[in-house]
């Protein structure tokens, strides 16, 4: 027992608590490839075991912002963990990588251990989802730094695809339909906004909210992302994709102009999917005007699949086989920017 170190306020044995609890969680997330497991210095992957011949790595990093502020609220810590994952694998998938592995780094003010199991078995609930391996990590006690109970968490994910199937978005044409791809709420992006909205509106986190069925608001707001890998990688095997946008920070905006080359632009038709509940009420309740949702959420469109016309019903057939929501929104055009209809 370190008795200088528990008096600076970090408790050893929690730590240790910790790593016994969250093994579990750490082991079922094994995949093909996976080396080694919680303990090493160092997370491992074979990445011979998977017969690529030119493999490409990409990689991504992210965290969940301040939608951490509403799980403190709730006293509710199993989803954020998923939302990390969710940042990160979604956007190497853009690139049409496969996520191979993924690490967290979960920084607490004192170490609860439950709290971090709940933290840690939603990252790996999500690495299951996305079919990657969780093969390292780190849980830093940082009293001084974040009050009791509050936390942050961050992720970083590799995936890799065969350098001939990288998507770049140099096939993207004018006339190419944009798919889009149900998301499951707000996702990870604009709770600033959100959190002010709700202040501003006298609204608490544990209201029951009657639009949402009477579920509290919290609640909603901490849906979990929506993790597309699985779905998204079977259309890219099965049609021949020519860009994905995964819509976060920025919305429709800043994002799917991103696979754009200069001189194209984008036509997207409101209506062509469902604008999700509580995407209605945040605009109502912060007075927030209608176009600029567009360029803040993503509006109920989690992912985007460019494509040509051609195979858009395709796709939307493999993904309905996912249980995937997806429909034709717009097209590519050749006049720059993004026209909401």
């Not at 750490?26 to 491992?44: D, Q």
Request: aromatic residues 6%; glycine residues 14%; contains cysteine.
């Amino acid at each position: 027992m370190a008795k200088s170190y528990e008096n600076a306020g970090v408790n050893l044995e929690a730590g240790y608590e910790v790593v016994s609890r969250i093994k579990k969680h750490v082991s079922s997330t094994a995949r093909p490839g996976s080396m080694g497991g919680i303990g090493s210095f160092g997370g491992m992957f074979d990445l011979a075991s998977l017969g690529i011949r030119e493999p490409v790595l990409v990689s991504g990093t992210d965290g969940v912002g301040t939608k951490l502020k509403i799980a403190f609220a709730m006293d509710k810590h199993d989803t954020v963990g998923i939302d990390a994952v969710a940042m990160c694998v979604n956007d190497v998938l853009a690139q049409g990588a496969e996520p191979l592995i993924f690490l967290d780094y979960v920084a607490v003010g004192h170490n609860i251990p439950a709290q971090v199991e709940a933290i840690v078995a939603g990252v790996a609930e999500g690495c299951r989802q996305a079919g990657c391996a969780l093969v390292g990590g780190e849980t830093a006690e940082m009293p001084g730094m974040y009050s009791d109970g509050e936390y942050d968490i961050a992720g970083y994910t590799t995936g890799v695809v065969e350098k001939s199937k990288l998507i770049d978005g140099s096939k993207v044409k004018a006339g190419d339909v944009l798919v889009g791809i149900a998301s499951s709420g707000v996702h990870s992006n604009g709770f600033s906004l959100v959190r002010k909205i709700v202040a501003d509106a006298g609204l608490d986190f544990k209201n029951e909210i009657p639009e949402f069925g009477g579920r509290r608001l919290g609640d909603v707001l901490l849906t979990p992302t929506r993790i597309y890998v699985k779905q998204v990688l079977d259309v890219i095997r099965q049609c021949d994709v020519h860009g994905v946008a995964h819509i976060t920070g920025g919305g429709f905006d800043e994002n799917i102009p991103r696979v754009l080359h200069k001189g194209q632009g984008l036509e997207i038709r409101e209506g062509s999917w469902e604008i999700l509940p509580v995407f209605r009420m945040l605009e109502k309740w912060g007075g927030v005007p209608h176009r600029e949702m567009f360029n803040i959420f993503n509006m109920g469109i989690g992912m985007v699949v460019v494509l040509d016309a051609s195979e858009a019903d395709k796709a939307i057939e493999i993904l309905a086989s996912h249980g995937e929501k997806a429909s034709v929104i717009g097209r590519v055009t050749d006049s720059e920017g993004v026209n909401i209809i």
